[in-house]
T-cell receptor, first 117, second 113 residues
Framework: GAVVSQHPSRVICKSGTSVKIECRSLDFQATTMFWYRQFPKQSLMLMATSNEGSKATYEQGVEKDKFLINHASLTLSTLTVTSAHPEDSSFYIC?????????????FGPGTRLTVL | GQQLNQSPQSMFIQEGEDVSMNCTSSSIFNTWLWYKQEPGEGPVLLIALYKAGELTSNGRLTAQFGITRKDSFLNISASIPSDVGIYFCAGPNYGGSQGNLIFGKGTKLSVKP
């Protein structure tokens, strides 16, 4: 149980285009999902908290107009990187809390490698 | 703000050796989590600790929640090549909202066959 999927796993795009990344909780419902970014050889940094049915909460320094988050259902959150630039190239990882499972454990998706040319 | 200090930063060991890594915090945590991340993958939860003094095992992995609630360690016994990866400790970000996590900087483990 507690499986989180992400799609796509890898994406290469041209500078100036937009990219959408999907995060799904496959066998549980998640009212809250989290989006992280990880640069090479670094730890995960929280970008935003995605709330089902309401606006996302962004961490300081993360532009909400550039990283659009939509939590349309209890099993799906999407992150859209708008007008992507090479500096947006990174590993994007989502996670979800399985509240039914109890505790503070979060379950992570496999990540999406974004490369902006 | 909250910070997690994880050590060592990296370890190079021989297959069969035991491994120990730890995580300390400047503030008290009510939950400690240990994750493993392999290249190109998301972190996988290994062990979750919810009570001070708790000692929990998962196969060859053992983790403890420190009595002061400001530290935790993870031990791996009889390491094997597939133990290679980056191990992160994590705890709730009490300064944030809705249960997000903060992470240590990770311990990169390399195992020589």
């Amino acid at each position: 149980g507690a499986v989180v999927s992400q799609h796509p796993s890898r994406v290469i795009c041209k500078s100036g285009t937009s990219v959408k990344i999907e995060c799904r909780s496959l066998d549980f419902q998640a009212t809250t999902m989290f989006w992280y970014r990880q640069f090479p050889k670094q730890s995960l940094m929280l970008m935003a908290t995605s709330n089902e049915g309401s606006k996302a909460t962004y961490e300081q320094g993360v532009e909400k107009d550039k990283f659009l988050i939509n939590h349309a259902s209890l099993t799906l959150s999407t992150l859209t990187v708008t007008s992507a630039h090479p500096e947006d190239s990174s590993f994007y990882i989502c996670s979800a809390r399985d509240l039914a499972g109890g505790g503070g454990g979060q379950f992570f998706g496999p990540g999406t490698r974004l490369t902006v040319l | 703000g909250q910070q997690l200090n994880q050590s060592p930063q990296s370890m190079f060991i021989q297959e069969g050796e035991d491994v120990s890594m730890n995580c300390t915090s400047s503030s008290i945590f009510n939950t400690w989590l240990w994750y493993k991340q392999e290249p190109g993958e998301g972190p996988v939860l290994l062990i979750a600790l919810y009570k001070a003094g708790e000692l929990t095992s998962n196969g060859r992995l053992t983790a403890q929640f420190g009595i002061t609630r400001k530290d935790s360690f993870l031990n791996i016994s009889a390491s094997i090549p597939s133990d290679v990866g980056i191990y992160f400790c994590a705890g709730p970000n009490y300064g944030g909202s809705q249960g997000n996590l903060i992470f240590g900087k990770g311990t990169k483990l390399s195992v020589k066959p």
